[in-house]
């Protein structure tokens, strides 16, 4: 199972960007889909998550200016940020909750990240 996040760059203050995220390889199953950043300095934080009917939960600092969609066909979700600021500079991570046989556990894999700098 390959988890690969993609979109990431450099960009100015204000501006709208859009990360993506593709689930490839072999799985029974796919759950819950997530987003997940890490600011310099700090730790992991959820950013939101969507389940297999996509219903989407956002974290409170993300609820506002972050939209999550998820395209079951493509195994794929999408991250878009707008109004961007210096905060939201961080490594932008893609979690994926799924079964990768109907006779195994539920497993967790993990992007490398995609890095966001916003510059003002």
Known sequence: VHVV???GGFVQAG???RLS???SGDMFAIGDMGWYRQPPGKE???VG???ARSYIHYADSAKSRFTITRDNDE???SLEISSLNIEDTAQYYCKVSGFVSEFSGPADFWGKGTQVTVSS
């Open 5 to 7: 996040e993609s979109g």
């Open 15 to 17: 501006g709208t960007l």
């Open 21 to 23: 995220c593709r689930v």
């Open 44 to 46: 992991r934080e959820l």
């Open 49 to 51: 998550s969507t389940t």
């Open 75 to 77: 195994n794929t979700i």
